[in-house]
C-alpha cells in the first residue's frame, strides 16, 4: 500500500462524510447509513485540517480542500433541510 498524501486524506473524510449524508453507501453494510451529526462533525474535521494547514498546502491540495468543503457543506444544509421538512411521525398510544 502506498504511503498516504494529503489528498488521499481529503478524500478519506469526504467519503465518510458523503456515507453519513446518505449520498454513497457504507462499503461494508451495503446500505446507505444517514446521519447528519456525524456529517457535520466530519465536515469539521476537514474544516480543522484546512485551518491547521493554511499557508502550508500545494495550490493543488488547497483547491481540493476548499471545493471538497464546499461541495459537503452545501449538500449538508440541503439534506438536513430535507429532513426538516419531512413529517415528524408521531407516537402512537401504546
Not at 485540517?49 to 502550508?56: F, L, S, V
Not at 483547491?63 to 426538516?84: A, F, G, H, P
Amino acid at each position: 500500500m502506498d504511503k498516504p498524501d494529503f489528498i488521499s486524506v481529503v478524500y478519506f473524510f469526504a467519503t465518510i462524510a458523503l456515507q453519513h449524508l446518505g449520498i454513497v453507501k457504507n462499503p461494508l453494510t451495503d446500505k446507505v447509513e444517514k446521519n447528519l451529526d456525524v456529517a457535520k462533525y466530519t465536515i469539521d474535521v476537514l474544516d480543522l485540517i484546512k485551518e491547521k494547514t493554511k499557508g502550508n498546502l500545494s495550490k493543488e491540495e488547497e483547491s481540493l480542500l476548499t471545493s471538497t468543503l464546499s461541495d459537503l457543506k452545501l449538500t449538508y444544509v440541503k439534506e438536513k433541510e430535507k429532513k426538516e421538512s419531512e413529517p415528524k411521525s408521531e407516537e402512537k398510544p401504546g
